[in-house]
């Protein structure tokens, strides 16, 4: 690692370290604070960067890193304003009375990142007296260079996931659209989440527990919503027939999920684009315009592509052009799981946390897993995209609904809920209300 800068700092001193995609954690910390780190190899693959060491005694940023040296000064960005090919780590470390800040290489990159964060402001950076002024300069800088798309109303939308995880059916999608009109709720996108296929690495095959994907999707715009689907497109199981049909369209380790170790695909590869044009062909055509697109981090996991020129980002981005290619200029594209700076201009949203909660933790056993990122991350809200900080969960039996209804209330981007309509309770139908009717850009 190269030094690039010594920051003298006060004891109020905070570093922002931009995690690598959407689940990674991501917040202000003080000195003496907790370091993020993975606790288990699949927690490295799945929520951190994969094949990039975390630091054990630094905070590490993945592209962006903010100083606010908390005595009045000026925060200090570190950041690259050009995620299409390459991403730098950069950490900062507490020594003494300062803030040392290093990335690996030398030269020109170094450099150019350290020329991005301090020179290239100009007046507007020099008046930014705070890391969240500074974090606001640098969006807008980046969202302009990449092409961020935003600028329409946050959707309203209802999903299937925590109501019903992967025991979904076409006939719990069709009931809620009723339900959803006999209550008169201001609902614009009904999402089908997973469930509906057989698998990842099978998304050809619909999953016959569910039912009819066309009868469901048919219910949705009959009503006059637009339909939503969940897809996990860059990941494959190890046992699936993809994986196990063409071994060479797969990549390393991305973790384990679905009870089966993860894989990543080679988006370069033409057999995997034309497995991809081919899905998502299908999607559209049953006129599907909204897609969650989740794990997206396989698809930029290191290791040999057919593309011999092509890095893990610029192939992960060349998959995700694809995807729009296929569905238009006008479908939503919500990603989740996703590399951050590298996602910029590809989609028109993105999930800024982890997940509520995981199935069994409906008791708040797991706490407000979100709350810290979704935070963090606000600011990301109208410079990157519309940010989704993940579905208010509104029925009485999830034990830190109120708790959580403060945080999703408090903040922007897509207003979503996830509960059977029938099951709510007074409580509930009025903190669903309250959520439809915040529906700013």
Request: net charge negative; charged share 25%.
């Amino acid at each position: 690692m190269t030094v690039i800068d010594e920051i003298p700092v006060g004891p109020d001193a905070r570093v922002y370290a931009e995690g690598w995609q959407s689940w990674s954690p991501t917040t202000w910390s003080a000195r003496g604070e907790e370091i993020h780190r993975p606790a288990e190899p699949w927690q490295h693959a799945m929520r951190f960067r994969p094949g990039t060491p975390v630091a054990e005694d630094a905070l590490q940023g993945e592209g962006l890193l903010v100083v606010d040296p908390g005595d009045g000064s000026d925060a200090r960005v570190f950041g690259t304003l050009d995620a299409s090919r390459e991403v730098p780590t950069i950490r900062a470390s507490w020594r003494g009375d300062r803030v040392a800040v290093e990335t690996a290489g030398s030269g020109e990159d170094v450099s150019s990142l350290r020329l991005a964060s301090l020179a290239q402001y100009g007046a507007r950076f020099a008046r930014s007296t705070t890391g969240e002024v500074a974090l606001e300069s640098f969006g807008d800088r980046f969202g302009a260079a990449a092409g961020a798309r935003f600028g329409w109303a946050a959707p309203r939308v209802w999903c299937t996931w925590y109501q019903y995880f992967e025991e979904v059916h076409a006939s719990d999608v069709i009931e809620n659209v009723r339900a959803i009109d006999a209550a008169g709720l201001d609902v614009d996108v009904v999402q089908i989440d997973d469930g509906w296929s057989l698998g990842t690495g099978e998304w050809t095959a619909p999953n016959p527990r569910f039912g009819s994907l066309p009868a469901a999707v048919g219910a949705i715009l009959d009503s006059g919503r637009r339909a939503g689907i969940w897809v996990a497109p860059f990941s494959v199981g190890a046992t699936s027939s993809v994986a196990r049909e063409h071994p060479d369209w797969v990549l390393g380790d991305a973790g384990r999920n679905w009870g089966d170790d993860m894989r990543g695909l080679d988006l370069t590869h033409p057999g995997v684009r034309d497995y991809l044009t081919r899905v998502f062909s299908d999607i559209r055509d049953l006129g599907i315009d909204y897609v969650k697109l989740d794990f997206l981090y396989s698809g930029a996991l290191p290791g040999s592509r057919h593309d011999a020129d092509a890095t893990p980002i610029s192939a992960y981005r060349s998959g995700l052009e694809l995807i729009r290619e296929v569905l238009g200029d006008d479908a939503f594209l919500l990603g989740c799981g996703a590399p951050i700076l590298p996602s910029v201009g590809l989609v028109d949203a993105m999930r800024v946390a982890g997940d509520t909660f995981h199935e069994g933790g409906e008791d708040g056993s797991q706490g407000l897993r979100g709350q810290m990122s979704v935070e963090a991350r606000a600011w990301q809200h109208g410079r990157f995209w519309t940010n989704d900080p993940d579905c208010l969960v509104a029925r009485p039996e999830f034990a830190l609904r109120e708790e959580w209804a403060d945080v999703v209330l408090a903040a922007p981007g897509i207003r979503g809920f996830s509960d059977r309509i029938d099951g709510l309770d007074a409580r509930g139908m009025e903190l669903v209300r309250q959520l439809l009717k915040e529906t700013s850009a």
